[in-house]
């Protein structure tokens, strides 16, 4: 690269640097990145944060062209033109920046990254770190550590100047820069009778097709993990009619779909719009939808009052002083009736939404326990070697396993029949914990396996017409969390997130929010952490320690109970 070039990114890497002092004094500008200059007069809610890169410049040598080009993919405006002006005329119109997305950690520089060149000059390889992917449909899956991504170019002269002639579709980006130019957003499918929207998280790039490119994903359905577990009131085949986009005027959001045959009836009408409605209302530039089917509006009135999550009222479980016990504030107190657990071997509480059932293991892992509060009484419901944690579902179904595992969970319904659920991605390995999201659709499970890091796998949970489970989950787990090396234990954190007590390579085991479908962020540090539990959101995780130590997360802050003993968090569901 020429001394003016550096010098002119230099000063534009000052300019940028001075600029977000100003502007925002608690945003970072991570130093890895590429340097560009940013475009101020753009429309878009981000735009104070996206650069435009440098194209290339004469004279740049194949190694130069190739990093330009990476580089270059931070830079999404008119469709990505700085990008295609390191490619030949041909190869512009050929690749795809959008058919998949690899993160660069942080602290990777593309200058750092070692490129073998054929002695032809007509070849390039480089084999980047990979901490992330994001696939064509904008799932996001987390990578094990040390994954590199090989990429090859083919490169020739044009013009005098080398070109790319064959290049890898996707982008090569970093992690900062994949949070300012791409954003999450939930396709919201249906719980399998219809109470609840259920998020299928997927990320997309920020521009002004956003949500044409969302509503053409939910009109292809949801993602794998959750197939069989969620349903969806859009026939199969749907598309956009006229142009193929979505119009927003003056903040209604204008959707036509082609005529459906057999033609919807007035409820099914209204289930697709209430679908369609919920995945755009995030949008800040959406206030309203207008749907028609085959030239038909579909009116709004048709539109299901349907609830958006199940809403966690009660305080947590935890036992203490040889009982069941709540946490409420900063303080513990017993459950009314509780059973003495002193001598019991008991752990692992649970507690129904309702608060009318509790469930425990007893016996050292031995006996599952059921509790219901109307009657006081305490009996046991299963029995196995050695169970994990159960965690109760909205139907008041109760779900363990064995930790030596042969591919299977159990569940527990209310009337106390059990049912053999098989999961054969857990065959021969060691169940260390799970835990069902809290509408029942989806179950996180965490597992281990000698000399490898430990894993957790989100899957989705088919059901009968009763709720009941059937014979076995979704055959296409998603695996979340995998730059973490060893994990404790997982709570659900809401709809899209967990928490979990982890430790990446080298750290100590601290409590991080992971995305089901997204990036895994720390949440400050607890000393000597052993079991975590979240409610809705992040406002709400505890953490306990091998002392009994009770912590709880507020305001970014993690505060202890004082003169407070406790085990075994677990919120309602």
């Not at 130069?64 to 990505?80: C, D, K, P, Y």
């Not at 966690?312 to 003495?340: F, H, I, M, Q, Y």
């Not at 009770?550 to 505060?559: D, I, V």
């Amino acid at each position: 690269m020429s001394a003016n070039r550096r010098r002119r990114r230099l000063s534009l890497l000052v300019l940028a640097l001075c600029s977000s002092v100003l502007l925002a004094a608690c945003s970072s500008i991570p130093t890895s990145s590429p340097v560009g200059h940013i475009e101020a007069d753009s429309g878009d809610d981000g735009a104070s944060n996206a650069r435009i890169p440098d194209g290339p410049a004469p004279g740049d040598s194949i190694g130069e062209i190739v990093r330009g080009f990476l580089a270059a993919g931070s830079g999404t405006g008119n469709n990505f033109s700085v990008a295609k002006s390191f490619l030949t005329d041909a190869e512009a119109q050929e690749w795809n920046p959008q058919e998949s997305v690899s993160l660069l950690s942080n602290d990777t520089d593309l200058d750092s990254l070692n490129i073998g060149v054929t002695s032809d000059q007509k070849t390039l390889t480089i084999s980047p770190p990979v901490v992330g992917l994001v696939d064509s449909s904008g799932v996001y899956t987390s990578t094990k550590p040390g994954t590199q991504s090989t990429l090859e170019f083919s490169l020739r002269q044009e013009n005098g100047e080398w070109r790319i002639s064959s290049a890898p579709d996707g982008l090569l980006i970093s992690q900062a820069e994949f949070q300012t130019i791409f954003l999450n957003y939930s396709l919201e499918f249906f719980t399998s009778d219809y109470s609840y929207l259920v998020p299928d998280s997927r990320w997309f790039l920020r521009s002004s097709s956003t949500p044409t490119a969302i509503i053409n994903e939910l009109l292809s359905g949801p993602a794998s993990y959750l197939s069989g577990a969620v349903i969806t009131a859009i026939p199969d085949g749907a598309k956009l009619s006229d142009s193929n986009v979505v119009r927003i005027e003056n903040g209604i959001a204008h959707i036509s779909l082609e005529a459906q045959d057999p033609a919807p009836t007035d409820r099914e009408k209204g289930l697709i719009r209430q679908q369609i409605a919920s995945t755009l209302k995030v949008i800040p530039s959406i206030s309203d939808i207008e749907l028609t089917i085959g030239g038909q509006v579909v009116s709004a009135s048709l539109q299901p009052k349907t609830d958006s999550s199940v809403q966690v009222d009660g305080p947590p479980v935890v036992l203490a002083n040889n009982s069941l016990s709540r946490v409420s504030g900063t303080t513990v107190a017993k459950v009314e009736n509780s059973p003495d657990l002193k001598g019991a071997g008991a752990s692992d509480p649970a507690v129904s939404f309702d608060d009318s059932l509790y469930v425990y293991l007893q016996d050292d892992g031995k006996k599952l326990m059921r509790f219901k509060t109307d009657t006081g009484a305490a009996t046991a419901i299963y029995e196995g070697k050695r169970l994990v944690r159960p965690s109760l579902d909205r139907f008041n179904t109760a779900w363990t396993g064995e930790k030596e595992n042969k591919g299977a969970l159990t569940a527990i319904g209310r009337d106390g029949q059990d049912y053999t659920v098989a999961a054969d991605f857990l065959s021969g390995r060691e169940l260390v914990d799970l835990d069902v999201s809290r509408d029942g659709t989806r179950i996180a499970v965490l597992s281990s396996q000698k000399s490898e890091p430990d894993r957790i796998d989100v899957v989705g949970v088919p059901r009968d017409k009763a709720g009941n489970p059937s014979s076995g989950v979704s055959d296409a787990p998603i695996e979340v969390g995998s730059n973490f090396d060893e994990i404790k234990d997982i709570s659900w954190a809401g709809s899209t997130s967990l928490v979990a007590l982890a430790a990446m390579e080298g750290d100590g085991t601290q409590p991080f929010r992971i995305g089901v479908t997204g990036p895994s962020e720390q949440l400050g540090e607890v000393p000597d952490g052993d079991r975590i539990a979240a409610g809705e959101d992040s406002r709400s995780i505890l953490v306990t320690n091998s002392s009994g130590g009770l912590y709880s997360y507020n305001s970014n802050a993690w505060q202890k109970l004082v003169d407070v003993a406790a085990k075994d968090p677990s919120y309602p569901g």
